[in-house]
């Protein structure tokens, strides 16, 4: 029986590098590796990525604790991202005890990372991207448990918003 | 008129449909960057080999989209792999080629921050071929 070994994603910086800096690693890993699933492989990909390219974000990554599960209803797929100690492993399907589980579909939660984070660090929900994600919250297209670990969801928010 | 799939014609004519697109023409208003498709061989499906395709995007107009081989293709910036039934399948809009991504029916390769910034830009594309009619190898 095959077991599938743990791969650790490296975030690809595209711009140019000056002679001085190197390419950061991020701490994500897929727990299943090479058998990790689309939806476990594309958040990996996009955390590990958006944090290499926005290293301020590495603040969030080391104040995280605790599992976040990400279910997509429309695929019947789940994630659950695990964050301890500074690194996120990604699990195939949901592990654990979540402390925030979010419930979407796979448009909207495109649209979650779509999300501007203002100049406090707070996600911005009055612009058009914002507004989206609260209209889906309002229309039952994205439905979270564990809202009072705010500071989470900002965090997580944040994590993966390609707009900051 | 319907083209051979993945010909130099259809390649024309997919060039054509998004620059005809004022949405994609909105949505990539910032793009800059190339992607490559694969197409792999399914014999079965009288498609021997893989294929590539080529397309050179800037700021919201296609300037070459080719046929190229499978090793052209993934010198892209971004490339996009899967069988060819998939992507009969995305270009019947039976498969949504993000949701095929997510669910590792189509791999894909490059930088997901930026493909997620222009998630419209993208849905409009795979929009595109789905106007352009396509004689398929194994209809």
């Known amino acids: 029986m095959h077991h599938p070994r743990p791969c650790q994603l490296a975030g690809r910086v595209d711009a140019p590098q000056s002679s001085s800096s190197i390419p950061t690693v991020t701490d994500v890993i897929l727990a299943q590796g090479d058998q990790a699933s689309g939806l476990a492989s594309m958040m990996g990909t996009l955390l590990a990525q958006n944090v290499a390219q926005h290293p301020a974000k590495s603040t969030d990554l080391r104040r995280l604790r605790g599992d976040v599960l990400i279910d997509v209803s429309d695929l019947q797929e789940q994630v659950t991202l695990q964050f301890s100690g500074g690194v996120c492993t990604v699990q195939n399907g949901a592990v654990g005890r979540p402390k925030v589980r979010l419930r979407t579909d796979s448009a909207t939660l495109m649209g979650l990372s779509a999300v501007r984070i203002g100049p406090l660090g707070l996600p911005n929900y009055v612009d058009v991207n914002g507004r989206a994600v609260i209209r889906a919250m309002v229309g039952g297209r994205l439905r979270i448990k564990g809202m009072r670990h705010v500071a989470t969801l900002n965090r997580v928010t944040r994590l993966f918003s390609v707009m900051s | ?139």
């Open chain 2, 1 to 139: 008129m319907a083209y051979d799939a993945y010909s130099p014609e259809w390649a024309q004519a997919y060039k054509d449909e998004i620059n005809k697109s004022q949405v994609y023409k909105q949505a990539a208003a910032g793009w800059e960057g190339t992607v490559g498709l694969v197409v792999l061989a399914e014999p079965d499906k009288n498609v021997p080999e893989d294929r590539g395709i080529f397309m050179d995007l800037w700021h919201g107009e296609a300037r070459d989209i080719r046929v190229t081989t499978r090793e052209e293709a993934e010198a892209a910036q971004f490339v996009i792999t899967g069988p060819y039934s998939r992507w009969k399948q995305v270009a019947k809009k039976e498969l949504d080629a993000t949701k095929g991504i997510m669910l590792g029916q189509l791999k894909l390769k490059g930088d997901f921050p930026t493909l997620v910034r222009y998630t419209k830009a993208s849905q409009e594309m795979t929009e595109c071929t789905t106007r352009v009619p396509v004689n398929w190898p194994d209809e």
